[in-house]
């Protein structure tokens, strides 16, 4: 029903879906599985004609619907072609009823206007608009008063809802869902899998991509495995191998140098405590941690599930709940001048978005957090606030640091913006460095940094390490970074922690860990 | 949960204080009242489904005013009078609203998230535009064909023209007379009309468009809603609306002021329009109905009420300018505050 | 530095245009030079205030009659005590200076809650606080009776005069003729002198700061930035200089315009700062010099140009559509760059 032929999509320079082909047939249930960053997600994106897709330069391959070539372009064309998505964040409007989210777009009218005024202008019909989403409702055995507002009923609800809204769609060949029971209870998700298996004996092709293992085993007819947005393994049902599809998802790499291992320290320099943070989409929900003294801390995790949060969370990015001890003292309030002057620095991932001014040049860069917090570089000791800056200590310790980290560019003048991701990230380190912090924490360090600037910044870290004794707090999707140069790394699942692994454990058990299925062997 | 909003209370409150200051009877009020809800009610209803479209404040109803001028100044040119005339400014004035309504939605679908700074700057680009062509085009590039219209030297229309002809034809219809109290049966259904209509769109497939594209313009382009699309046609009805509700004044007033007529209109539009309750995220029309009526009191009371307590009618005057802009700056802070802690929960 | 964009070609075109049309209909260039200076230091500083503004990311000043409403009180009360001459104009900006920072405190705290949208409700705040004024000004118990209505004698007069008092007094200091051209140095110096010490203080640790919260929010705050803080002190700036500058301007005029002159002056300043290539949330000295020098020269050239037309209100109309043009172009070019920035 569905052919998928070599589809390709970069985003600027980074290739993210590299060739992938794949075959749907009408009424199959296929998985589709894989690492954070794999493509999974932009692979659907493609396919419902995301905005976002066609805004950053489109697609390349072919589609093919029922053997025929389509280029889906927007969600109106995916719509026009029977195919739905259950989006991972909600598509549904809170304001709105159930009913009127189910229907959107589609109401059922009356037909007297229909015939005075056309379809749009059409008076909606609201007791058969209930009726229809009462009824797609209890398809998927949910009773639930239709005519009650989204924003009024619970996340799980809330799931079914999104779904209601896709099968009552009279057309519907391809049904896409992203991670539909992240939300859902165990009872919930039998109730799901029951209706999708409804849904497919009628006909329906459904994509369903999880990172729960177990389910998408026993759900799927076909799945399909993806890496770094290539194709790496096609299974089909009955010849499912858990192992060496988890051998496939994380690849098996070659190692680079590791770190030297060390004597480790067993001083809790930050103590984390019930550690909520608001951030959203990465939502912490208690997490207690504690991070020792001298030593490089890895947080692995799903995206989503919150490792991302605690830099921005101690820094003030977000509201937060919980305690954080910094030397055994505790920090109320804690926010981004108050933890940069104990000593604490956050890298933040994006960092076009927070990271740098993208308009100003790199030793401006460099110099500003330590210039606002510490008041160096001041030409004068009194009236802090209006000192003008000694330029020629600001070039001087800005070159220094281009030397120090071969930042590569013109002069110290050019602008942030016109770096290489590698080299951006290494302006930021300088600048964190040039307040001297005791604790750094750095989100997604080598994210968008080619391959040769990446070790750099490791054997960065790690120097920094050694010889500063700085200790270091990275949260990374990159496994492999990780375990390359932590000396512990802590998995976050769901907004806490899970547990806290040796940097040389399986990848598979990693991967275990992340979907919160792996038990420590006692 | 719709929230309580303290706005009409606290205009209820100002208006009631205003009449006992004023010293105005009751019947007097009453019927200036509903002069003003048949001038100014159509024009508070063309608000309504821009804010609902999520474009929040609509200032650029000018431009929908100046359509229905540009269609009485030709009428007036032409000498077309009686109910042909008037059929004829509204077919005219609507065809301009149309096209402008289209051109200011293109133009809003650029600007998303600043739609209100825009219309305002559109609002002002365009009477400069109007007047550009009323004073200085007739009588050089656009030869006139009603002399008494023109100004003296040739060039220019006149301040103000007289539309005596159109004033009897529809304004006094079915008049009646309740214990001294004018209530032109016919004008006001024309208005209650115009608010059925308002109503009738928001219960139609379109309204529930219009919603979508309010709450969430991105989820709804995920729905698979064309919102730049819903959003132009949103401007465009307000537009029409606009047109229609400044022909009604204007005929009612019975002249008109060519340069001035529409200025303010958006404001006291606005304000009339947040008295009743509207925010800036949702109006209805018991909002606007209820709003004119909170509005247009305060507005008729005060001078009288100034020139009693202060022995200074501008005072008064003052007073009303005051609450006409105050209400829109304090509902948008109180709007926008609140957006933003929905939306930011984040922000310290 | 941004380079020469639409809106400055447009107005550059436009002025030659009007420049040939005045020569060929015989109008004196040079007193067109010598007027256009003038004209720029009068309505500089205005211009200038919209600076910290825009530098914090707060958007256009268009609640400027906020520190207008502060200088005009300022000046009353100079001229109340008849502060005349040089002395008298300093007395004007000293007394604008705690009715700016106490105005402007409240203004700030009023965009503090509308982040995001400042600039629409800085719009009404302005005209709201106008009719507000109006009250005031109407009441205020002012002794000069030069200042009053004639007749009844109580509330102040829409204008003031000010040749006995400080009018001209800028103007006239320092005032030399080069080559036959009138040349105003001190009110040139001070203008000058003005821009100085902005462009300084954007050097400074707090200027640095307040463009880092324009350009990059997030970024400032991680960087222990006191973003909150930094806003207020760009609003209050702001303020304060949009009192001043209106003292300037009114000693140039003559007049001390009150009630509702203040309300769209905002707009003429924001369209001369976008023409002389403000970029959104960078703004340089050099940009608020170009802009108002061009758009002044547009304003001098279009008086006498239109009365050759025999429509002498023209001018005013085009000076008007011109002006929401550029602020119009402005924010459409500025909408199309977002969202292609978004994704």
């Given at each position: 029903m569905l052919q998928v032929?070599?589809l390709?999509k970069?985003?600027?320079?980074?290739?993210v879906l590299?060739?992938v082909s794949l075959d749907l047939a009408a009424g199959e249930i296929h998985g589709l599985i894989g690492a954070n960053g794999c493509g999974k997600t932009t692979l659907l994106n493609i396919l419902f004609g995301h905005?976002l897709i066609?805004?950053?330069?489109?697609?390349?391959?072919?589609l093919l619907l029922e053997?025929?070539?389509t280029?889906v372009?927007?969600p109106v064309t995916a719509l026009r072609c029977g195919i739905g998505m259950i989006h991972q964040e909600f598509a549904l409007i809170p304001s709105m009823t159930v009913a009127e989210n189910i229907k959107i777009n589609r109401e059922r009218?009356?037909?007297?206007?229909?015939?005075?005024?056309?379809?749009?202008?059409?008076?909606?019909h609201r007791r058969g608009n209930r009726d229809d989403a009462e009824r797609a409702l209890a398809t998927l055995g949910v009773s639930l008063p239709a005519d009650m507002r989204v924003s009024q009923i619970a996340l799980s609800t809330k799931q079914f809802v999104e779904i209601a809204r896709e099968i009552d769609k009279r057309r519907l060949q391809l049904l896409m869902l992203d991670e539909p029971s992240a939300v859902l209870s165990q009872s919930d998700t039998e109730r799901l899998m029951e209706a999708l298996r409804k849904l497919s004996a009628e006909g329906t092709a459904i994509l369903y991509v999880s990172h729960r293992l177990e389910e998408v085993i026993s759900l799927c007819d076909r799945i399909t495995v993806l890496r770094e947005g290539k194709v790496v393994g096609q299974w089909a049902r009955p010849g499912f191998d858990l192992r060496t599809m988890v051998e496939q998802m994380s690849g098996?790499?070659?190692?680079?140098?590791?770190?030297?291992?060390?004597?480790?320290?067993?001083?809790?320099?930050?103590?984390?405590?019930d550690l909520h943070v608001d951030k959203p989409g990465e939502r912490l929900q208690g997490l207690s941690l504690?991070?020792?003294?001298?030593?490089?801390?890895?947080l692995a995790g799903l995206s989503g599930h919150g490792k991302l949060a605690i830099?921005?969370?101690?820094?003030?990015?977000h509201?937060?709940a919980g305690?954080?001890?910094?030397?055994?003292?505790?920090?109320?309030?804690?926010?981004?001048?108050?933890?940069?002057?104990?000593?604490?620095?956050?890298?933040?991932?994006?960092?076009?978005?927070?990271?740098?001014?993208?308009?100003?040049?790199?030793?401006?860069?460099?110099?500003?957090?330590?210039?606002?917090?510490?008041?160096?570089?001041?030409?004068?000791?009194?009236?802090?606030?209006?000192?003008?800056?000694?330029?020629?200590?600001?070039?001087?310790?800005?070159?220094?640091?281009?030397?120090?980290?071969?930042?590569?560019?013109?002069?110290?003048?050019?602008?942030?913006?016109?770096?290489?991701?590698?080299?951006?990230?290494?302006?930021?380190?300088?600048?964190?460095?040039?307040?001297?912090?005791?604790?750094?924490?750095?989100?997604?360090?080598?994210?968008?940094?080619?391959?040769?600037?990446?070790?750099?910044?490791?054997?960065?870290?790690?120097?920094?390490?050694?010889?500063?004794?700085?200790?270091?707090?990275?949260a990374?999707s990159?496994l492999?970074?990780?375990?390359?140069?932590?000396?512990?790394i802590a998995v976050i699942y769901k907004g806490r922690l899970f547990d806290i692994l040796?940097?040389?454990c399986e990848d598979r058990d990693f991967t275990l860990a992340f979907s919160g299925e792996w038990k420590r062997k006692p | 949960m719709?929230?309580?909003?303290?706005?009409?209370?606290?205009?209820?409150?100002?208006?009631?204080?205003?009449?006992?200051?004023?010293?105005?009877?009751?019947?007097?009020?009453?019927?200036?009242?509903?002069?003003?809800?048949?001038?100014?009610?159509?024009?508070?209803?063309?608000?309504?489904?821009?804010?609902?479209?999520?474009?929040?404040?609509?200032?650029?109803?000018?431009?929908?005013?100046?359509?229905?001028?540009?269609?009485?100044?030709?009428?007036?040119?032409?000498?077309?009078?009686?109910?042909?005339?008037?059929?004829?400014?509204?077919?005219?004035?609507?065809?301009?609203?149309?096209?402008?309504?289209?051109?200011?939605?293109?133009?809003?679908?650029?600007?998303?998230?600043?739609?209100?700074?825009?219309?305002?700057?559109?609002?002002?680009?365009?009477?400069?535009?109007?007047?550009?062509?009323?004073?200085?085009?007739?009588?050089?590039?656009?030869?006139?064909?009603?002399?008494?219209?023109?100004?003296?030297?040739?060039?220019?229309?006149?301040?103000?023209?007289?539309?005596?002809?159109?004033?009897?034809?529809?304004?006094?219809?079915?008049?009646?007379?309740?214990?001294?109290?004018?209530?032109?049966?016919?004008?006001?259904?024309?208005?209650?009309?115009?608010?059925?209509?308002?109503?009738?769109?928001?219960?139609?497939?379109?309204?529930q468009?219009?919603?979508a594209?309010?709450e969430s313009?991105d989820k709804a382009v995920l729905l698979g809603i064309?919102?730049?699309?819903?959003?132009?046609?949103?401007?465009?009805?307000?537009?029409?609306?606009?047109?229609?509700?400044?022909?009604?004044?204007?005929?009612?007033?019975?002249?008109?002021?060519?340069?001035?007529?529409?200025?303010?209109?958006?404001?006291?539009?606005?304000?009339?329009?947040?008295?009743?309750?509207?925010?800036?995220?949702?109006?209805?029309?018991?909002?606007?109905?209820?709003?004119?009526?909170?509005?247009?009191?305060?507005?008729?009371?005060?001078?009288?009420?100034?020139?009693?307590?202060?022995?200074?009618?501008?005072?008064?005057?003052?007073?009303?300018?005051?609450?006409?802009?105050?209400?829109?700056?304090?509902?948008?802070?109180?709007?926008?505050?609140?957006?933003?802690?929905?939306?930011?929960p984040?922000?310290? | 530095?941004?380079?020469?964009?639409?809106?400055?070609?447009?107005?550059?075109?436009?002025?030659?245009?009007?420049?040939?049309?005045?020569?060929?209909?015989?109008?004196?260039?040079?007193?067109?030079?010598?007027?256009?200076?003038?004209?720029?230091?009068?309505?500089?500083?205005?211009?200038?205030?919209?600076?910290?503004?825009?530098?914090?990311?707060?958007?256009?000043?268009?609640?400027?009659?906020?520190?207008?409403?502060?200088?005009?009180?300022?000046?009353?009360?100079?001229?109340?005590?008849?502060?005349?001459?040089?002395?008298?104009?300093?007395?004007?900006?000293?007394?604008?200076?705690?009715?700016?920072?106490?105005?402007?405190?409240?203004?700030?705290?009023?965009?503090?809650?509308?982040?995001?949208?400042?600039?629409?409700?800085?719009?009404?705040?302005?005209?709201?606080?106008?009719?507000?004024?109006?009250?005031?000004?109407?009441?205020?118990?002012?002794?000069?009776?030069?200042?009053?209505?004639?007749?009844?004698?109580?509330?102040?007069?829409?204008?003031?005069?000010?040749?006995?008092?400080?009018?001209?007094?800028?103007?006239?200091?320092?005032?030399?003729?080069?080559?036959?051209?009138?040349?105003?140095?001190?009110?040139?110096?001070?203008?000058?002198?003005?821009?100085?010490?902005?462009?300084?203080?954007?050097?400074?640790?707090?200027?640095?700061?307040?463009?880092?919260?324009?350009?990059?929010?997030?970024?400032?705050?991680?960087?222990?930035?006191?973003?909150?803080?930094?806003?207020?002190?760009?609003?209050?700036?702001?303020?304060?200089?949009?009192?001043?500058?209106?003292?300037?301007?009114?000693?140039?005029?003559?007049?001390?315009?009150?009630?509702?002159?203040?309300?769209?002056?905002?707009?003429?300043?924001?369209?001369?700062?976008?023409?002389?290539?403000?970029?959104?949330?960078?703004?340089?000295?050099?940009?608020?010099?170009?802009?108002?020098?061009?758009?002044?020269?547009?304003?001098?050239?279009?008086?006498?140009?239109?009365?050759?037309?025999?429509?002498?209100?023209?001018?005013?109309?085009?000076?008007?559509?011109?002006?929401?043009?550029?602020?119009?172009?402005?924010?459409?070019?500025?909408?199309?760059?977002?969202?292609?920035?978004?994704?």
């Amino acid at each position: 029903m569905l052919q998928v032929r070599h589809l390709s999509k970069s985003f600027g320079a980074v290739q993210v879906l590299k060739s992938v082909s794949l075959d749907l047939a009408a009424g199959e249930i296929h998985g589709l599985i894989g690492a954070n960053g794999c493509g999974k997600t932009t692979l659907l994106n493609i396919l419902f004609g995301h905005p976002l897709i066609a805004a950053t330069g489109g697609y390349s391959g072919d589609l093919l619907l029922e053997g025929r070539a389509t280029r889906v372009d927007s969600p109106v064309t995916a719509l026009r072609c029977g195919i739905g998505m259950i989006h991972q964040e909600f598509a549904l409007i809170p304001s709105m009823t159930v009913a009127e989210n189910i229907k959107i777009n589609r109401e059922r009218t009356q037909p007297l206007t229909d015939r005075l005024f056309g379809r749009t202008l059409s008076l909606v019909h609201r007791r058969g608009n209930r009726d229809d989403a009462e009824r797609a409702l209890a398809t998927l055995g949910v009773s639930l008063p239709a005519d009650m507002r989204v924003s009024q009923i619970a996340l799980s609800t809330k799931q079914f809802v999104e779904i209601a809204r896709e099968i009552d769609k009279r057309r519907l060949q391809l049904l896409m869902l992203d991670e539909p029971s992240a939300v859902l209870s165990q009872s919930d998700t039998e109730r799901l899998m029951e209706a999708l298996r409804k849904l497919s004996a009628e006909g329906t092709a459904i994509l369903y991509v999880s990172h729960r293992l177990e389910e998408v085993i026993s759900l799927c007819d076909r799945i399909t495995v993806l890496r770094e947005g290539k194709v790496v393994g096609q299974w089909a049902r009955p010849g499912f191998d858990l192992r060496t599809m988890v051998e496939q998802m994380s690849g098996r790499q070659v190692v680079k140098a590791r770190r030297t291992s060390k004597k480790r320290a067993e001083e809790v320099l930050c103590r984390i405590e019930d550690l909520h943070v608001d951030k959203p989409g990465e939502r912490l929900q208690g997490l207690s941690l504690d991070v020792k003294q001298g030593e490089i801390l890895g947080l692995a995790g799903l995206s989503g599930h919150g490792k991302l949060a605690i830099g921005p969370g101690i820094m003030g990015m977000h509201p937060i709940a919980g305690r954080i001890y910094l030397n055994g003292e505790q920090i109320r309030n804690p926010g981004a001048s108050i933890m940069l002057h104990k000593g604490v620095c956050f890298l933040p991932e994006d960092r076009t978005a927070a990271g740098l001014l993208m308009d100003h040049a790199i030793m401006d860069n460099i110099v500003f957090t330590a210039a606002q917090v510490d008041g160096r570089f001041a030409r004068t000791r009194w009236l802090k606030a209006l000192s003008l800056l000694n330029r020629a200590e600001i070039q001087r310790y800005a070159q220094d640091c281009v030397d120090r980290f071969h930042i590569k560019c013109r002069s110290i003048r050019q602008r942030a913006a016109e770096l290489s991701g590698g080299n951006q990230q290494k302006v930021c380190i300088a600048r964190a460095l040039a307040i001297q912090p005791k604790l750094l924490i750095v989100s997604e360090p080598t994210r968008g940094v080619d391959v040769v600037a990446k070790e750099i910044i490791l054997e960065i870290f790690l120097e920094l390490n050694r010889d500063l004794g700085m200790t270091l707090v990275i949260a990374s999707s990159e496994l492999d970074e990780l375990k390359r140069i932590c000396d512990r790394i802590a998995v976050i699942y769901k907004g806490r922690l899970f547990d806290i692994l040796a940097p040389d454990c399986e990848d598979r058990d990693f991967t275990l860990a992340f979907s919160g299925e792996w038990k420590r062997k006692p | 949960m719709p929230r309580f909003n303290i706005v009409p209370v606290v205009f209820g409150m100002l208006s009631v204080l205003g009449i006992y200051f004023s010293g105005m009877s009751i019947k007097f009020v009453l019927n200036e009242l509903i002069v003003r809800f048949i001038r100014d009610g159509v024009m508070v209803l063309a608000l309504i489904i821009p804010v609902t479209a999520g474009m929040g404040l609509n200032f650029a109803i000018v431009v929908g005013a100046m359509c229905a001028q540009v269609g009485l100044i030709l009428a007036v040119d032409y000498q077309l009078y009686g109910v042909t005339g008037l059929l004829i400014i509204t077919g005219v004035g609507g065809v301009f609203a149309l096209i402008f309504g289209l051109l200011i939605g293109i133009c809003l679908n650029r600007v998303k998230g600043k739609e209100m700074i825009a219309t305002i700057i559109i609002g002002f680009l365009a009477t400069s535009l109007y007047q550009l062509v009323f004073m200085a085009g007739y009588g050089t590039v656009i030869t006139p064909h009603n002399a008494e219209m023109m100004l003296s030297r040739g060039i220019g229309i006149r301040n103000m023209i007289d539309l005596e002809h159109f004033r009897n034809v529809m304004d006094n219809l079915w008049m009646i007379d309740p214990g001294g109290i004018q209530i032109p049966v016919f004008m006001v259904l024309l208005v209650l009309l115009f608010a059925l209509a308002v109503k009738y769109i928001l219960s139609t497939r379109l309204g529930q468009l219009l919603r979508a594209v309010g709450e969430s313009s991105d989820k709804a382009v995920l729905l698979g809603i064309d919102a730049d699309r819903v959003r132009i046609i949103a401007i465009t009805i307000s537009t029409l609306f606009a047109c229609f509700g400044q022909i009604i004044y204007s005929q009612n007033i019975g002249m008109l002021n060519v340069y001035t007529a529409h200025l303010n209109s958006d404001i006291f539009s606005c304000a009339a329009l947040l008295a009743g309750g509207a925010t800036i995220y949702q109006a209805k029309v018991h909002h606007a109905l209820i709003g004119i009526v909170l509005f247009h009191t305060l507005f008729i009371v005060s001078p009288q009420a100034g020139q009693n307590v202060f022995q200074n009618p501008a005072l008064g005057e003052y007073f009303r300018t005051f609450v006409a802009y105050g209400t829109i700056a304090f509902a948008l802070m109180m709007n926008i505050q609140q957006e933003n802690r929905r939306s930011y929960p984040e922000r310290p | 530095m941004s380079g020469i964009k639409l809106p400055q070609l447009f107005i550059i075109a436009f002025l030659l245009l009007m420049l040939v049309m005045a020569g060929l209909l015989g109008i004196p260039l040079g007193i067109v030079v010598g007027d256009s200076l003038v004209r720029l230091a009068m309505n500089g500083v205005l211009v200038l205030s919209l600076l910290p503004m825009l530098n914090a990311g707060i958007g256009i000043n268009f609640g400027l009659p906020v520190g207008i409403c502060a200088g005009l009180l300022g000046m009353c009360l100079a001229v109340n005590w008849r502060g005349s001459g040089l002395i008298g104009f300093v007395e004007a900006l000293l007394f604008s200076m705690p009715v700016a920072i106490v105005f402007g405190t409240v203004y700030s705290r009023i965009l503090n809650r509308v982040k995001g949208r400042e600039e629409i409700a800085a719009t009404f705040v302005g005209f709201s606080f106008i009719p507000l004024m109006n009250f005031f000004w109407t009441v205020a118990p002012f002794g000069n009776p030069a200042m009053l209505w004639p007749i009844g004698g109580k509330g102040l007069r829409p204008s003031i005069g000010l040749k006995s008092y400080f009018g001209k007094a800028l103007n006239d200091l320092w005032a030399v003729k080069l080559h036959g051209l009138p040349m105003p140095l001190g009110l040139l110096l001070f203008f000058g002198l003005l821009c100085l010490v902005a462009h300084l203080f954007f050097r400074t640790k707090s200027g640095r700061a307040m463009i880092a919260v324009g350009e990059n929010e997030t970024f400032a705050l991680i960087s222990g930035v006191d973003v909150k803080r930094i806003r207020a002190i760009a609003v209050i700036l702001s303020t304060i200089i949009g009192a001043w500058g209106i003292c300037v301007y009114a000693q140039s005029y003559g007049f001390i315009e009150l009630y509702d002159a203040p309300m769209m002056m905002a707009f003429p300043a924001a369209s001369a700062v976008l023409v002389g290539g403000s970029m959104g949330h960078r703004t340089t000295i050099l940009n608020v010099i170009l802009g108002t020098y061009l758009f002044q020269t547009v304003y001098i050239l279009s008086v006498p140009l239109a009365n050759e037309l025999l429509v002498p209100e023209v001018a005013e109309i085009i000076r008007m559509f011109i002006s929401n043009g550029i602020i119009l172009w402005a924010l459409l070019h500025e909408g199309t760059k977002s969202s292609h920035a978004t994704v």
